[in-house]
């Protein structure tokens, strides 16, 4: 049964189709005036773009469970994506079946409201069953690393995705116009963010940020990336949130920060592990964890500044 999306929500959906649209017939365009503009990555980038909103908007406007198993499996894929990356030991094959069966735990809490078991239920009881199971195993070879390194995964790829799901839960004072629409405002800005600080960094940005881990983000990029993204947060916010003016640009431009902080963060660990992508899922974006790297931060603070505003 489809649930019925607020007017808002189902105007925002319609302008983001839009957009997509306009970068279709512009690439297309562009490829028959200039044949040889190497136009491939945006081609498979838009592609993508139509993939991942069409299915996004889908499972936004079916019902809250439809949802939830959305981001349920946006989460299992990016710890699958995530483990086939880190160095596991043949031991933990057992181990790693817990950290998967945590994902559709971690998502009934959501599904029940139950606040206090979803925030604390990965990093607290799964921070100690993890290395309680490790231990009946009884190799001790590697064992830090392992029950760190799985732990982190779990924190990044579910308990901080799970919050975006868990927006669709707040009551009516942080969801005045419905549970999507929240949805709707911290994915947008969080994806729109990493479109601008790209697009602002290629034209006005010289000195790089953090020129070890990823030597394309510049001081320009991110400047410009968050204030644009601020410029739509506060346009967006009266359409989309309960936020005051001045709440509407502290949540973009807390998007905009942590986003840049959760890219990077997902940078630093690919170039530890020697890649470049962290798969190949979506052609064009590389894997989930390339799609997602913002979405680790820009969800928990986003959930927890609506909360503490408005709940």
Same mark, same amino acid.
């Given at each position: #049964?489809?649930?019925? =999306?607020?007017?808002?929500?189902?105007?925002?959906?319609?302008?983001? @189709?839009?957009?997509?649209?306009?970068?279709?017939?512009?690439?297309?365009?562009?490829?028959?005036?200039?044949?040889?503009?190497?136009?491939?990555?945006?081609?498979?980038?838009?592609?993508?773009?139509?993939?991942?909103?069409?299915?996004?908007?889908?499972? /936004?406007?079916?019902?809250?469970?439809?949802?939830?198993?959305?981001?349920?499996?946006?989460?299992?894929?990016? /710890?699958?994506?995530?483990?086939?990356?880190?160095? !596991?030991?043949?031991?933990?094959?057992?181990? =790693?079946?817990?950290?998967?069966?945590?994902?559709?735990?971690?998502? @009934?809490?959501?599904?029940?409201?139950?606040?206090? #078991?979803?925030? @604390?239920?990965?990093?607290?009881?799964?921070?100690?069953?993890?290395?309680?199971?490790?231990?009946?195993?009884?190799?001790?070879?590697?064992?830090?690393?392992?029950?760190?390194?799985?732990?982190?995964?779990?924190?990044? !790829?579910?308990?901080?995705?799970?919050?975006?799901?868990? /927006?669709?839960?707040?009551?009516? *004072?942080?969801?005045?116009?419905?549970?999507?629409?929240?949805?709707?405002? =911290?994915?947008?800005?969080?994806?729109?963010?990493?479109?601008?600080?790209?697009?602002?960094?290629?034209?006005?940005?010289?000195?790089?940020?953090?020129? !070890?881990? *990823?030597?394309?983000?510049?001081?320009?990029?991110?400047?410009?990336?968050?204030?644009?993204?601020?410029?739509?947060?506060?346009?967006?916010?009266?359409?989309?949130?309960?936020?005051?003016?001045?709440?509407?640009?502290?949540?973009?431009?807390? @998007?905009? %920060?942590?986003?840049?902080?959760?890219?990077?963060? %997902?940078?630093?660990?690919?170039?530890?592990?020697?890649?470049?992508?962290?798969?190949?899922? /979506?052609?064009?974006?590389?894997?989930?964890?390339?799609?997602?790297?913002?979405?680790?931060?820009?969800?928990?603070?986003?959930?927890?500044?609506?909360?503490?505003?408005?709940?």
């Amino acid at each position: #049964m489809i649930a019925p =999306l607020h007017p808002n929500s189902v105007t925002t959906m319609a302008a983001v @189709i839009a957009v997509l649209i306009v970068a279709t017939v512009v690439t297309w365009i562009l490829g028959r005036v200039r044949p040889g503009t190497k136009l491939e990555e945006i081609r498979k980038r838009v592609r993508s773009w139509w993939v991942i909103v069409g299915i996004f908007f889908v499972a /936004l406007a079916l019902n809250r469970t439809a949802s939830l198993v959305f981001f349920g499996l946006v989460s299992f894929l990016a /710890l699958k994506e995530y483990l086939s990356l880190i160095p !596991t030991r043949r031991a933990d094959r057992r181990v =790693l079946l817990l950290a998967y069966l945590s994902i559709p735990v971690q998502y @009934i809490w959501v599904g029940i409201d139950w606040y206090g #078991m979803f925030i @604390i239920f990965i990093p607290v009881y799964m921070l100690l069953v993890l290395p309680a199971r490790m231990v009946l195993i009884g190799e001790t070879e590697g064992f830090l690393r392992s029950a760190g390194t799985l732990h982190w995964g779990l924190m990044m !790829t579910v308990f901080s995705v799970s919050h975006v799901a868990f /927006l669709l839960a707040l009551p009516e *004072s942080v969801n005045p116009f419905g549970g999507a629409a929240q949805v709707l405002f =911290l994915v947008l800005l969080t994806e729109f963010n990493d479109v601008a600080q790209f697009l602002w960094g290629k034209s006005l940005g010289r000195r790089r940020v953090v020129p !070890t881990v *990823s030597p394309n983000k510049t001081w320009g990029g991110l400047l410009g990336g968050v204030g644009t993204t601020v410029a739509l947060g506060t346009a967006l916010a009266p359409w989309l949130t309960p936020f005051s003016r001045a709440e509407a640009m502290g949540a973009a431009a807390l @998007i905009g %920060i942590s986003g840049f902080v959760g890219d990077v963060v %997902i940078s630093a660990v690919k170039r530890d592990l020697g890649i470049k992508d962290s798969g190949n899922m /979506l052609p064009g974006h590389g894997g989930i964890l390339d799609r997602i790297d913002s979405l680790t931060y820009t969800a928990p603070l986003f959930f927890h500044y609506a909360r503490y505003l408005h709940g």
